[in-house]
């Protein structure tokens, strides 16, 4: 499966993005997703993820409560609703494709990624 990342831009603390994450080819429905981001000098991170009917997400600590994810599986596409962005969102953000029977949240265990969008927030 291919992934396109989209959605990423420059926006004000306090303020909100959706990022976009499109599939490629007629499986995507069969693949657990995950938004994963990377900062500079730093390692990949979990964001979150959502299992293949969309029935269980699971998010990382840090952005409870501010970041939804969703996914459209008519039109295999998965979405990252970021609000209340703070300065320390700031990242390039993957979108990633996992095959397992239940979400995964390290980096290695996701078998494709898309191209990453970057999100920058100001203080």
């Known amino acids: 499966v291919q992934l396109q990342a989209s959605g990423g831009g420059l926006v004000q603390a306090g303020g909100s993005l959706r990022l976009s994450c499109a599939a490629s080819g007629r499986t995507f429905s069969t693949y657990n997703m995950g938004w994963f981001r990377q900062a500079p000098g730093k390692e990949r991170e979990f964001v979150a993820a959502?299992?293949?009917?969309?029935?269980?997400?699971n998010y990382a600590d840090s952005v409870k409560g501010r970041f939804t994810i969703s996914r459209d599986n008519a039109k295999n596409t998965v979405y990252l609703q970021m609000n209340s962005l703070k300065p320390e969102d700031t990242a390039v953000y993957y979108c990633?494709?996992?095959?397992?029977?239940?979400?995964?949240?390290?980096?290695?265990?996701?078998?494709?990624w898309g191209q990453g969008t970057q999100v920058t927030v100001s203080s």
């Open positions: 990633g494709a996992d095959r397992r029977s239940s979400i995964v949240t390290t980096p290695y265990e996701y078998d494709y």
């Open positions: 959502i299992s293949r009917s969309g029935g269980t997400t």
